[in-house]
């Protein structure tokens, strides 16, 4: 890396922000909501989906069609990880929320 690529970096990471480059950014609480909501709906129906391929090749494996079994616990384990990660969130969501409860105002 050259001074040049070392000056044009700092140039653009201490350079003031554009007052009007903020404010195009910002999003109104309702939109902000909105992402939230489907990128949650989103995660959800990945975890959803990771359920549902865990069940059905399972369901290959048991009516004895050619499955391999190495799939199958490979799909099982996923499906395990994403939902136990849901609700470690989730867990720490509520955690979250009864101590904003707690605060005193």
């Avoid at 939230?36 to 048991?62: C, I, R, W, Y």
């Avoid at 939902?83 to 707690?102: D, F, G, P």
């Amino acid at each position: 890396m050259g001074f040049g690529q070392i000056n044009s970096i700092a140039d653009s990471v201490l350079r003031p922000l554009d007052a009007t480059k903020v404010q195009k950014n910002l999003e109104t609480p309702n939109e902000a909501q909105a992402k939230f909501a489907d990128f949650l709906k989103e995660s959800l129906n990945a975890v959803n989906n990771s359920q549902v391929e865990s069940n059905k090749l399972t369901e290959k494996m048991a009516n004895g069609e050619n499955v391999d079994l190495h799939q199958v616990m490979i799909a099982a384990q996923k499906a395990n990880i994403t939902m136990q990660t849901t609700i470690e969130l989730r867990n720490k969501a509520v955690e979250a929320y009864q101590e904003i409860m707690r605060m005193q105002v």
